[in-house]
């Protein structure tokens, strides 16, 4: 469940690429930082390293990585379908909005449909995940690996020319969403935690005590209903009685998936 512990922020050299890093996290709405040194104890810490950035908590550890955007990407490149971009069926020059912005891949994966002429605003109600995934997005190519397989190469240029069409907020998305003109974009998206335990990915697990469990809200259904020009799309555990509770058509496909996808169609 969400962890709104106060976080320990440490920076672990003093070079001026780190320096900015610390104090970008430090002005970060939402977050209760403690500074280094001032009451530490058995507080979770965020690490900004030469290496990245560490967000640890006892012995969990997560950092922003978009491995499942990647290898989603590359699968797209080679061709191939993805349920996602089906359901929410985004073109080039779309707005998105991702309600549920999590660890990002959905959005890169949206970012990347919608092409240089779109846009995807992408909100988190943690602020710490908020953090860590807009300054992963922001930092993106000092991750990217001298990939000499000509696909990964792609597929990575591809991520970071996307990670730069997505805009993070920090906010509950009801409330947000109030604030949107009416028909604004072409599709809002929800992926909110799911409401039954089910197996679920390893990309996911590290994001279960940073996120936000609550059940999606049907007020904010209705004003994505408002908001979106084209459709309204939700993905769920497979047979989740929320698709019929929120007013979603379930989309055929996926036979073998864990998961289905549900639009309404505005
Ligand atoms: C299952 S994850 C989304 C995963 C994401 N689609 C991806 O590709 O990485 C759901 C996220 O929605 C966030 N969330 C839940 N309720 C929210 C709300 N009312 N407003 C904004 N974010 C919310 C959670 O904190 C969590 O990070």
Same mark, same amino acid.
Request: charged share 25%.
């Given at each position: 469940?969400?962890?709104?512990?106060?976080?320990? %922020? *440490?920076?672990? !050299? @003093?070079? =001026?690429?780190?320096?900015?890093?610390?104090?970008?996290? &430090?002005?970060?709405?939402?977050?209760?930082?403690?500074?280094?040194?001032?009451?530490?104890?058995?507080?979770? +810490?965020? /690490?900004?390293?030469? !290496?990245?950035?560490?967000?640890?908590?006892?012995? +969990?550890?997560?950092?922003?990585?978009?491995?499942? /955007?990647? $290898?989603?990407?590359?699968?797209?490149? &080679?061709?191939?379908?993805? &349920?996602?971009?089906?359901?929410?069926?985004?073109?080039?020059?779309?707005?998105?909005?991702?309600?549920?912005?999590?660890?990002?891949?959905?959005?890169? %994966?949206?970012?990347?449909?919608?092409?240089?002429?779109?846009?995807?605003?992408?909100? +988190?109600?943690?602020?710490?995940?908020?953090?860590?995934?807009?300054?992963?997005?922001?930092? %993106?190519?000092?991750?990217?690996?001298?990939?000499?397989?000509?696909?990964?190469?792609?597929?990575?240029?591809?991520?970071?020319?996307? @990670?730069?069409? $997505? +805009?993070?907020?920090?906010?509950? !998305? =009801?409330?947000?969403? *109030?604030?949107?003109?009416?028909? =604004?974009?072409?599709?809002?998206?929800?992926?909110?935690?799911? &409401?039954?335990?089910? *197996?679920? =990915?390893?990309?996911?697990?590290?994001? !279960?005590?940073?996120?936000?469990?609550?059940?999606?809200?049907?007020? /904010?259904?209705?004003?994505?209903?408002?908001?979106?020009?084209?459709?309204?799309?939700?993905?769920?555990?497979?047979? @989740?009685?929320?698709?019929?509770?929120?007013?979603?058509? %379930?989309?055929?496909?996926?036979?073998?998936?864990?998961?289905?996808?549900?639009?309404?169609?505005?």
């Amino acid at each position: 469940m969400f962890n709104d512990k106060p976080i320990l %922020i *440490k920076i672990t !050299h @003093s070079d =001026s690429d780190l320096l900015k890093r610390y104090s970008w996290f &430090r002005q970060q709405p939402g977050c209760n930082w403690i500074i280094t040194g001032s009451g530490e104890g058995d507080l979770p +810490e965020l /690490a900004i390293t030469r !290496h990245g950035v560490i967000l640890k908590n006892g012995a +969990e550890q997560l950092s922003f990585h978009p491995s499942m /955007a990647l $290898i989603r990407l590359i699968n797209l490149l &080679r061709g191939e379908s993805d &349920r996602y971009l089906e359901a929410t069926q985004l073109k080039a020059g779309d707005a998105l909005i991702d309600a549920t912005l999590g660890f990002g891949s959905d959005a890169l %994966i949206g970012a990347w449909a919608v092409g240089e002429k779109g846009s995807v605003l992408a909100l +988190e109600q943690s602020p710490i995940l908020a953090a860590i995934v807009q300054d992963g997005l922001n930092h %993106i190519t000092e991750i990217i690996p001298n990939a000499k397989n000509k696909d990964k190469h792609a597929a990575w240029a591809a991520l970071e020319r996307a @990670s730069r069409r $997505i +805009e993070v907020h920090w906010g509950e !998305h =009801s409330e947000y969403l *109030k604030h949107i003109p009416s028909r =604004s974009v072409n599709v809002v998206y929800f992926d909110p935690m799911f &409401r039954q335990t089910c *197996k679920q =990915s390893d990309s996911i697990l590290p994001l !279960h005590q940073w996120s936000v469990h609550n059940p999606l809200d049907h007020g /904010a259904v209705i004003e994505a209903c408002r908001v979106a020009q084209n459709r309204v799309v939700l993905k769920e555990r497979k047979n @989740s009685s929320e698709f019929r509770r929120l007013g979603f058509d %379930i989309l055929l496909g996926g036979r073998y998936s864990p998961v289905d996808y549900g639009v309404i169609l505005v």
